[in-house]
């Protein structure tokens, strides 16, 4: 079993940068992907980025790349989100997810355990 808490969102202005972070327990932290999703109202979960176990393969979503960088510390089972130059759009809660699959995963099926979500609000 996999708990995964999430930490850092809150309210920021566009343009800012905010740094969202994951704390999982467990001894398979590791070896698994670990992904961040957001979810705005009414509208679908939708994968923002992932990463690999060891750290050496990332995906980003279109609409945060070259703004959203995903890193891990598995000396710390922590997962991290920086985002800089956020919108308006980019408000909504964000989850982290962890999978145990061979290739990483992009959707939400794919991952077998979430945190409860931190919410990121941008005002204009």
């Known amino acids: 079993q996999v708990q995964l808490v999430e930490s850092g969102g809150g309210l920021v202005q566009a343009g800012g940068s905010l740094r969202l972070s994951c704390a999982a327990s467990?001894?398979?932290?590791?070896?698994?992907?670990m992904g961040w999703f957001c979810q705005a109202p009414g509208k679908d979960r939708e994968s923002v980025a992932a990463?690999?176990?060891?750290?050496?393969?990332?995906y980003y979503a279109d609409s945060v790349k070259g703004r959203f960088t995903i890193s891990r510390d598995n000396a710390k089972n922590t997962v991290y989100l920086q985002m800089n130059s956020l919108k308006p759009e980019d408000t909504a809660v964000y989850y982290c997810?962890?999978?145990?699959?061979?290739?990483?995963?992009?959707?939400?099926?794919?991952?077998?355990?979430w945190g409860q979500g931190t919410q990121v609000t941008v005002s204009s």
């Open positions: 997810a962890a999978a145990q699959t061979y290739s990483l995963p992009t959707t939400s099926r794919d991952y077998d355990y």
């Open positions: 467990g001894r398979t932290f590791s070896r698994s992907n």
């Open positions: 990463i690999s176990g060891s750290g050496g393969r990332t």
